[in-house]
């Protein structure tokens, strides 16, 4: 028996099963599942040396106690986030520690179901498809790992999909508003503005910038407005404290503790210097891919793929890679995945890749954080590997987006000289 024939027998009445459930019966199950992970996180709080809940969630509930106590979330050092994340966090100080995690999990099965509704509205996607999509997001091991270890990555993956599924309904004052909520609790949804700008004209060149038609108006307006407001009204009650940590700190932010960056090993070996020169170098390549990319792909049928792409060239290319960074566009691959009709057989082998190279880096990080060995120049070696999986990753997708596109396009001009 071939490779490909044992694939169909092992492989495909197991696809044909999970497409067959309905969505609220997988969002049930992702649901259950993450309740556990959130019980046995408990267990190995109390009975292991490692630590199941991630550090920044006691950071939450740290500022979430000064809030509590009338005083500023920042009081609690290495608090860099909207007061919002503090206030929501609340619940935490006043009844249970773990309300938080039930909250992540919300906005993570909210997640999966918006990557669903974008699907089922796209008039492409079969729903069966779409169900699948979605599950591609609702069970997977890495995004049920963050929002139960008390990650708030789901909250603004949830909200960057709900900004594309109010764009795609074309509902612009609404999308503005939530868009700017995004951009308020974490910064990097900035460079999507263009992506989403740009498609909303009928008009083509430098000029189709300046056409300011109702569409565009309503989601640059309700934008500005909702993130204006959100700023004044934190700067009135915390102060500088609040723009340094919310918004300056990332933009400026350098982590010379071991991550996924391609710029690690440069970081830690001149973390004792402020160069300029540096931010720049390293700033540089990551706008000018993601200035290339808005143009390339500036179609209104292209808003999804443009704002994945950005998202990946964003985080590959960043000074600071965390598992968390991931998650931004784990969110947003599915809703490109039916659209490339990749083979499974290109999908595992890029999941294999992916994975292995992520996963090798973690023995040298094991090494250095738990058993105290001097890894930093093999963890670099390790981010470089990953760093070059991303890219062929990337060029393989736009690839393949392209032949696609380009199909399309000749069947198009077909039917017209029909």
């Known amino acids: 028996?071939?490779?490909?024939?044992?694939?169909?027998?092992?492989?495909?009445?197991?696809?044909?099963?999970?497409?067959?459930?309905?969505?609220?019966?997988?969002?049930?199950?992702?649901?259950?599942?993450?309740?556990?992970?959130?019980?046995?996180?408990?267990?190995?709080?109390?009975?292991?040396?490692?630590?199941?809940?991630?550090?920044?969630?006691?950071?939450?509930?740290?500022?979430?106690?000064?809030?509590?106590?009338?005083?500023?979330?920042?009081?609690?050092?290495?608090?860099?986030?909207?007061?919002?994340?503090?206030?929501?966090?609340?619940?935490?100080?006043?009844?249970?520690?773990?309300?938080?995690?039930?909250?992540?999990?919300?906005?993570?099965?909210?997640?999966?179901?918006?990557?669903?509704?974008?699907?089922r509205n796209d008039g492409l996607t079969k729903e069966s498809t779409a169900r699948f999509c979605a599950c591609a997001w609702l069970h997977n091991p890495l995004v049920m790992n963050v929002s139960t270890r008390g990650s708030a990555e789901s909250l603004i993956v949830a909200l960057v999909l709900l900004t594309i599924h109010l764009y795609q309904q074309k509902v612009f004052i609404l999308t503005g508003l939530v868009y700017g909520l995004a951009i308020h609790m974490k910064i990097y949804p900035i460079i999507f503005c263009l992506s989403l700008y740009i498609p909303l004209t009928n008009m083509t060149g430098v000029r189709s910038l300046f056409d300011l038609n109702t569409a565009r108006l309503r989601l640059v307006t309700s934008t500005i407005l909702s993130l204006a407001v959100l700023t004044y009204l934190f700067y009135d009650l915390y102060g500088w404290e609040f723009l340094d940590s919310t918004y300056l700190y990332h933009v400026t932010r350098k982590d010379s503790r071991h991550n996924f960056s391609v710029y690690f090993y440069l970081l830690y070996l001149t973390s004792e210097y402020e160069d300029v020169g540096l931010n720049i170098i390293t700033f540089l390549p990551q706008a000018v891919l993601l200035l290339l990319l808005t143009y390339r792909f500036n179609n209104i049928y292209d808003v999804n793929f443009a704002l994945f792409c950005q998202t990946l060239v964003f985080v590959t290319f960043n000074k600071v890679v965390t598992a968390q960074y991931f998650l931004w566009y784990f969110s947003l691959l599915p809703l490109i995945l039916p659209s490339l009709n990749f083979s499974k057989k290109d999908v595992i082998l890029g999941g294999l890749l992916w994975g292995f190279a992520q996963g090798s880096w973690l023995l040298p990080a094991y090494l250095l954080e738990f058993k105290g060995n001097n890894t930093f120049l093999f963890i670099w070696l390790e981010g470089l590997a990953f760093f070059c999986a991303n890219v062929g990753i990337l060029a393989k997708i736009i690839r393949r987006h392209r032949e696609v596109s380009s199909v399309i396009e000749e069947q198009c001009n077909v039917q017209k000289l029909d």
């Open 1 to 119: 028996t071939s490779t490909r024939e044992i694939y169909f027998i092992t492989m495909m009445p197991a696809i044909e099963w999970i497409k067959s459930i309905g969505i609220a019966t997988h969002m049930t199950l992702a649901t259950f599942l993450r309740l556990v992970l959130i019980a046995y996180g408990q267990h190995q709080d109390v009975m292991m040396d490692v630590k199941y809940t991630d550090v920044d969630y006691r950071v939450f509930n740290d500022a979430a106690r000064h809030v509590y106590e009338g005083d500023s979330p920042y009081q609690r050092h290495t608090y860099r986030y909207s007061p919002l994340l503090a206030y929501l966090m609340l619940p935490n100080i006043m009844w249970s520690p773990n309300i938080g995690k039930l909250l992540f999990v919300m906005f993570d099965i909210y997640a999966g179901y918006l990557i669903y509704c974008i699907l």
